[in-house]
């Protein structure tokens, strides 16, 4: 691998565990307090195969919500081949910033835009 490729995807778990994981863990305990059930999983880089989408490194929280079939996901990827950071959620748009914009408080806009119906209802 590289040194930028090493280097970002480094920088990439750094936000990763210094800002979007917390949100998240608040997030899960929410959805488990209301009723669903939420996980947390990662994805490790793999350089091998670089240009595929699932090599990306990754963190992606995954809600099943009680009483239905609806599954809902919000998925942290770190772009290595443009060095952007990639937000998909379920429903909505997927959007791409460079690491550094990543913040506590888009974290925590992009969880209510996800799962934010979810959270008011039981």
Request: charged residues 25%; aromatic residues 6%.
């Amino acid at each position: 691998m590289d040194t930028d490729t090493d280097l970002f995807v480094q920088a990439f778990w750094v936000k990763c565990r210094d800002i979007i994981r917390p949100e998240l863990d608040v997030a899960v305990d929410a959805l488990r307090h209301a009723g669903h059930e939420a996980n947390i999983s990662t994805l490790e880089f793999s350089p091998d195969e670089k240009t595929a989408p699932e090599s990306a490194p990754t963190l992606t929280l995954t809600i099943h919500t009680s009483g239905a079939a609806d599954t809902r996901m919000l998925r942290y990827r770190g772009d290595v081949a443009t060095r952007e950071i990639e937000v998909m959620a379920s429903g909505c748009k997927t959007s791409r910033y460079d690491l550094s914009a990543v913040t506590q408080a888009g974290v925590k806009h992009d969880i209510a835009l996800c799962f934010g119906s979810v959270l008011k209802t039981k």
